[in-house]
């Protein structure tokens, strides 16, 4: 079992931010609860990858945190992880909304993260739905009605339902920007302000993005607060 430092230095990750906890290097050391562990087997997952093992201990603490590494590295549970074990710990009444919002640039990317959700989340009964364009609103919004832990949408969506007040975000308390550097591609930037105006100060913030310009670095700079930084390889500009 290497020591943390060897196991950043061999993954190539760099961190910067105050007293940040080590890497967990095994599924064993995360102290996730048995149901989820038993899911990542099921998944024939052996350990977690670089961006998981380093961002797993910082969500845990309830840290802000800025996630940059390529795409195909294990962003999407980097989040949801510690954002199951957010859920076990503060989840409040669902029926009055998500405790856990995700934004994700396109209606693919998000049915994906949904897909994750359900398959990880599904033994510690993590409900998930996903809000995106180019579908009709009623099936979408009656998945809200339900009472439902995490909401995975798209920046136009979620304004769309939000402005004819059919969801609150008042409950979130974990809030994910995923694939930020897309987002901002896109011109979501508005939308994704005024969303987060909506979702209480008190939160934890989590960032995760494929490469790090320097729109990305101001919205990161507005958002989050006091965020620990994580990156895996080279920094990429
Ligand atoms: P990213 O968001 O960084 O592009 P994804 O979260 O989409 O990456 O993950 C890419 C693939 O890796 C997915 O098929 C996912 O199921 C798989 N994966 C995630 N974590 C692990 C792991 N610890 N071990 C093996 N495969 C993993
Ligand atoms: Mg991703």
Request: proline content about 7%; charged content about 25%.
């Amino acid at each position: 079992n290497l020591s943390g430092d060897a196991y950043r230095c061999q993954h190539e990750i760099t961190v910067t931010g105050d007293e940040v906890p080590m890497p967990f290097s095994s599924f064993e050391s995360t102290g996730l609860p048995s149901e989820i562990l038993r899911e990542v087997r099921n998944a024939g997952f052996s350990a977690p990858t670089p961006i998981q093992a380093q961002s797993w201990p910082i969500a845990l603490q309830g840290r802000d945190i800025v996630a940059i590494a390529k795409t195909g590295s294990g962003k999407t549970l980097g989040y949801l992880m510690p954002g199951f074990m957010h859920i076990k710990q503060f989840r409040k009444d669902p029926q009055m909304g998500p405790t856990v919002l995700v934004l994700s640039p396109t209606r693919e990317l998000a049915t994906q993260i949904q897909d994750e959700t359900r398959k990880f989340g599904n033994l510690s009964r993590i409900s998930c739905t996903c809000l995106y364009g180019g579908a009709p609103k009623g099936p979408q919004l009656r998945e809200v009605e339900k009472g439902i832990d995490i909401v995975v949408a798209t920046p136009g969506r979620l304004n769309d339902i939000l402005e004819m007040r059919k969801i609150s975000l008042q409950q979130v308390s974990y809030l994910v920007l995923d694939e930020a550097d897309r987002m901002l591609d896109m011109g979501f930037e508005p939308q994704i302000r005024k969303i987060v105006k909506e979702v209480p100060i008190r939160r934890q913030t989590l960032m995760f993005t494929a490469t790090w310009p320097k729109e990305v670095r101001k919205i990161a700079a507005d958002l989050l607060v006091n965020p620990v930084q994580v990156n895996i390889g080279n920094i990429d500009e």
